[in-house]
């Protein structure tokens, strides 16, 4: 019933980020009535405490609040990437645009140009934004591998270090 109760995308939803701080508090103080009135609601017709109510809201919250902000800030720096940064070669005068990372310095094991490093940059947070949406599919279908009775994990040495 819980999952079913047209309050919980209130609930679960993270609020937006609000730049009027008497609009950002009113709806936070909204969503959170809103969980007290969910929690009670569905604690006693479920015959269980608050608290596991409230635990399941929050934790379905959180995974979302999670989700956004990765996924989010993942998109935004490639946004930023592709707003700021061309993927073509950087003249002599533009330097401080220059992505090409050489080994050796500042930490660098890998020489790379400029218009590689771009493009590696932009597959790697493509990647990330895409991993991270899907982090807790991933997880559980990672512990469903794991924990599958009928082919247990076992530590092999398969020679791979």
Known sequence: ???EDERLPICITPVPKIKDHRSLNRALRYKDVTIKNIVKDHA????????SVELCVRSLNDANEWEEGSV???GEMLAMLQKYFS???VAEEEAKFNLSITEGQSGARLTHQHQMQYH???QTLGL???ITYDM???WMLAEEDLLDPAEPYVL???GQG
């Not at 006693?44 to 608290?51: C, T």
């Open 1 to 3: 019933d819980l999952l």
């Open 44 to 51: 006693r017709d479920a015959n269980v405490s608050k608290d």
């Open 72 to 74: 989010q800030s993942s």
């Open 87 to 89: 993927p073509e070669a």
């Open 120 to 122: 590696f940059v932009a």
């Open 128 to 130: 990330w934004k895409n």
């Open 136 to 138: 807790y599919r991933l």
């Open 156 to 158: 092999r040495n398969t």
